[in-house]
């Protein structure tokens, strides 16, 4: 018995050694693989510190070629010139006759614009426009030669709305990069300024994801993809984007966006800026945001039958777009200014405004009174209305052009301080339509025989500028 515990208690002790050894094993090979382990996290550590550096290194670069990119960019516009004229030539319909002859001139290859081979693959657009009537005779100056005109570019009839916005796209592409810019589109009634800025009506993107717009859209919905594409690549300077929409109806400023849609918002002077009290500004985030309040401020516009147009805009729109990066503002300014056409032209065949309360309190607005006796009906209330508009119009138009011409002419030996406040309008672009700034001016014009007088007013206005660059 004495000998089966000895070998008992020999067992016990074999097992407990063999427990231990497989303990101290066991040990040695957990502290061996968080030797390992750690050793690894201090590789990955190490690594992770390398991507650091590779990425502050890489956005440094990043930030340096954007700078050199926006310093180029910045370096072209001012080369090709901070104020631009561009003319757009609407088609003729099947009911109209005559035409507007467009050629690059023989004797003017403009220095401005590259000339290139026939069998380059650059679109290039005519500088040189030329007026003519039924007879196919020309339209000629004082001196008997043949009246040319001359703007930065000529969109002949068949230009397609995607061929228009890559020429204004440079443009959009300076106010995202920090400069204050303003896009007009000039002309009278039915040259195609609306359809130029915004394409069809209400014809718009919808689908945030879609990747297409319609080849019939204009500036405007096209602005919209093309600038939050940019901000997607430049994502790393956290640049926001705000949308506000105004109307100058009759020198008063109405908020698209308001609530109150018959407000006069007033404009105040704050550290030499000129801000507009009570603006309403929508953050939008993506394309599809951006097209329902164009949307939005599209359907709240004010229209009539002005003679000439049976829609015809009675308003200047100016839709803008704010973007905030780093502390720093920039404005770009899209604006659809009323038809330029003359008060004798509208008299004929007119219905009253869309906006009849508006309508009415012009009529109470001792600015906007024709005469002081009482309308006797709706035909003569909407003929005053109408002669209303038409003043108004015409005065911010008018000085709009004296601007033009002010902040053009780079002969002036003294910059003069242009007269922004005689109208609402130039009262709001002042801070977006100085000497630093960058214009684009697209004049409308309409092929037919017999609108030959209007657009040769609309010419002889655009081209002034040019003549003054």
Known sequence: MSRISEIQQEVEELEEERQQEQNQQFNEGLISLLTQKDQEILSLKDQITQMENSLKHL????HKSENVR?????????LKGNIRVFCRVKPLTASKTGELELRKSSMNQNVIQIANPPSSSIKEFPTTLELTTESNQVIADKSGNAKLYHFDCVFPPQTMQEEIFQEVKPFIQSA???????IFA?????????????????LFINEEDSADVSELAGILPRCGRFLFSELKRLQHTQTTCE???????????RDLYSPDQHSDLQLISVKNKVVIQGQTWKKVANPAEFDKYLRLSTSKRVFSNNGVNERSSRSHHIFQVKFTSNNKESLLNIIDLAGSERRGDMMKNTKPTQVLSQSK???????????????????????QVLESESVSINKSLTTLGRIFMMIADRKAKVKQMPPYRESKLTRILQDSLSYETKTLMIVNVCSGSENAQQT??????????????
């Open 456 to 469: 040769k007013e609309s010419l002889n206005f655009a081209s002034q500028a040019m003549l003054a660059y």
């Open 59 to 62: 956005m440094n670069d990043l």
């Open 361 to 383: 309190s012009i009529m109470n607005n001792s600015k906007g009174n024709i005469g002081q006796s009482k309308p006797k009906n709706k035909q003569e209330v909407a003929l």
């Open 70 to 78: 926006k310093h180029m960019h910045n370096h072209i516009q001012i």
């Open 176 to 182: 995202i990069d920090g400069e204050n810019v303003c």
């Open 186 to 202: 000039y002309g009278q009634t039915g040259a195609g300024k609306t359809f130029t800025m915004e394409g069809p009506p209400y």
């Open 243 to 253: 949308i506000s929409s105004l109307e100058v109806y009759c020198d008063q400023v």
